[in-house]
Nanobody, 126 residues
């Protein structure tokens, strides 16, 4: 059974940091690209960051570039999102997702991702 479980969300002041984790099981983690997406109230889900299965290539949305860092530990089947310099507009539910290596995962389209977690809330106060 495939599972993706996010953790690390919470309430933080603007300028602060959070580190999200996504622990996975039930699929061959290293064979999948992993991505983070977010959805704010009343808005559509948007791409945040993605990382190749080997970890050798990463891709970020312009809105988080230079502030967020995606990484993965293939031995632990876990992907991370380090978020620094948080802004109120970063407030959203954050989801991790897994895409087959053969997909166009780097385009940031949610449709390329086969497995999804339940999400973790991040709230940034001004």
């Amino acid at each position: 059974q495939v599972q993706l479980v996010e953790s690390g969300g919470g309430l933080v002041q603007a300028g602060g940091s959070l580190r999200l984790s996504c622990a996975t099981s039930g699929f061959t983690f290293g064979s999948y690209a992993m991505g983070w997406f977010r959805q704010a109230p009343g808005k559509e889900r948007e791409f945040v960051a993605a990382i190749r299965g080997s970890g050798t290539f990463v891709y970020y949305a312009d809105s988080v570039k230079g502030r967020f860092t995606i990484s993965r530990d293939n031995a632990a089947n876990t992907v991370y999102l380090q978020m620094n310099g948080l802004k109120p507009e970063d407030t959203a539910v954050y989801y991790c997702a897994a895409a087959p290596a053969t997909s166009s995962w780097f385009r940031g389209a949610g449709s390329e991702y086969a497995y999804w977690g339940q999400g973790t809330q991040v709230t940034v106060s001004s």
